[in-house]
């Protein structure tokens, strides 16, 4: 079955300081989501990758989709303490079912 | 706008007691998840359903049971509770399962103690 990696595990980083957070298949990629989780909260949306090449941006964040290295990355640009949480890829298995990476930790420090 | 909410936040159980976790969207969606959530593990399918009475397993069904006699609810039981079972339990919905076209939507989550 497909295996989704996440790097890092964990990121502290100073606010304003810029990052990438990394997800990596172990199978061809069709496609690949992005969610973020706060802390004693369900996941939020926050893209879909369908096609290598693509990038999307919804304000400070920009991810994208590179199919023949079978990754994608996720970059936040000034971070801002609002950014902190767990950040996760997910992808479908092409049935009804879904993996998740583990997920990196963004902590921001004021 | 609701989306999936799920009751309860938090519970406690007894080893071996049993009880349901409910779960209910409101954006008529076909698909619903359950998920559990460990420390570090990332999120694995214990249940899903392609529509109101149609169920399968996923990925860790063991100790679980679902029923989908709605588009809207989509309760997970536990039936004897064990402490492997300690976990952050969350449900999701989406609309389809297109390849890529599947956004799936998520409950707040359901943090789950057995002692």
């Known amino acids: 079955s497909q295996e989704l990696e996440q790097s890092p595990q964990s990121l502290i980083v100073q606010e304003g300081k810029n990052l990438t957070i990394n997800c990596t298949s172990s199978?061809?990629?069709?496609?690949l989501y992005w969610y973020k989780q706060k802390y004693g909260e369900g996941l939020i949306f926050l893209m879909m990758?369908?096609?290598?090449?693509e990038e999307k941006s919804h304000e400070k964040i920009t991810a994208k989709l590179d199919e023949k290295k079978q990754q994608s990355s996720l970059h936040i640009t000034a971070s801002q303490p609002s950014h902190a949480g767990i950040y996760l890829c997910?992808?479908?298995?092409?049935?009804?079912?879904?993996?998740f990476g583990t997920g990196t930790r963004l902590k921001v420090l004021a | 706008n609701a989306g999936v909410t799920q009751t309860p936040k938090f519970r406690i159980l007894k080893i071996g007691q049993s009880m349901t976790l409910q779960c209910t969207q409101d954006?008529?969606?076909?698909?619903m998840y359950w998920y559990r959530q460990d420390p570090g593990m990332g999120l694995k399918l214990i249940y899903y359903?392609?529509?109101?009475?149609?169920?399968d397993k996923g990925e860790v069904p063991n100790g679980y049971n679902v029923s989908r006699s709605t588009t809207e609810d989509f309760p997970l039981r536990l039936e004897l509770a064990a402490p492997s079972q300690t976990s952050v339990y969350f449900c999701?919905?989406?609309?389809?399962?297109?390849?890529?076209?599947?956004?799936?939507?998520f409950g707040p989550g359901t943090r789950l103690t057995v002692l």
């Open positions: 359903s392609v529509g109101a009475g149609i169920t």
């Open positions: 199978k061809t990629l069709y496609g």
């Open positions: 954006m008529n969606h076909n698909y």
């Open positions: 990758l369908q096609k290598g090449g």
């Open positions: 997910g992808a479908d298995e092409g049935t009804y079912k879904y993996i």
């Open positions: 999701a919905s989406s609309l389809t399962t297109k390849r890529m076209g599947g956004t799936q939507y």
